[in-house]
């Protein structure tokens, strides 16, 4: 079992930044590959960025690319996502995943899911 956490969301204006941390707990944090995906009212959860269990390999959806960084720090057992130059239609939940198997570059990827943090964007 993997126990996932995340904070960092809040509100912020068109062109600001956020970073979103994503807390592991339970079986080897390093074991897994992490995502992030999000999720906005009345619309599937999509990827958003994922990096693999060495944390050399990362992986971000177009929408994103340039804009958002993720990374993760095994010695605090935590995934990052920085985002920068934030838009209106970047508001969502954002949920961190974890993958045993793979890095996780699809919803069902994710053997577990953190309880989501919501990130708001006002123009």
């Known amino acids: 079992q993997v126990q996932l956490v995340e904070s960092g969301g809040g509100l912020v204006q068109a062109g600001g930044s956020l970073r979103l941390s994503c807390a592991a707990s339970?079986?080897?944090?390093?074991?897994?590959?992490m995502g992030w995906f999000r999720q906005a009212p009345g619309k599937e959860r999509e990827f958003v960025a994922a990096i693999s269990r060495s944390g050399v390999n990362t992986y971000s959806a177009d929408s994103v690319k340039g804009r958002f960084t993720i990374s993760r720090d095994a010695a605090k057992n935590t995934v990052y996502l920085q985002m920068n130059s934030l838009k209106p239609e970047d508001t969502a939940v954002y949920y961190c995943?974890?993958?045993?198997?793979?890095?996780?570059?699809?919803?069902?990827?994710?053997?577990?899911w953190g309880q989501g943090t919501q990130v708001t964007v006002s123009s």
């Open positions: 339970g079986r080897s944090f390093s074991s897994y590959g």
């Open positions: 995943g974890a993958a045993a198997t793979t890095v996780p570059l699809r919803v069902g990827s994710c053997n577990y």
